[in-house]
């Protein structure tokens, strides 16, 4: 068995799409829209054929607080297939403005990573 998707819901479905294409190179479905309740998502598919879909429906109300650990979906990592590109893509990330929870390291598990928060306060490690 495999992982199909990931979802997440968002308050801002363009902007999210947008980030995710713009910097970890995303390709976007086309968007679903369900005209009867509101909904609209997009899947978005990465190298390698992972998919995360992005939602978005009136109905969904708040916002994450990066700073608090809860139950839940921790963060999802991205490989970025290098220790340059990890760095690259922080510094390209905290140039344009974006949180950084985690300086690119080495951590105990062996992983080199970084942990950013995306545009909703996902928190999205971006590994070499």
Known sequence: MKIEHLAIWTLNLERLKDFYVSYFNAKAGNIYINEKTGFRSYFLEFDGGCRLEIMEKPT?????????????????????????????????????????????????DGYYESVIADPDGNRVEITA
């Open 60 to 108: 969904v109300k708040g916002q994450k607080d990066t700073g608090k650990e809860v139950a839940g979906l921790a963060h999802f990592a991205i490989s970025a297939g290098s220790k340059k590109a990890v760095e690259d893509l922080t510094d390209k990330l905290r140039n344009d403005g974006y949180n950084i929870l985690s300086e690119p390291r080495t951590t105990g």
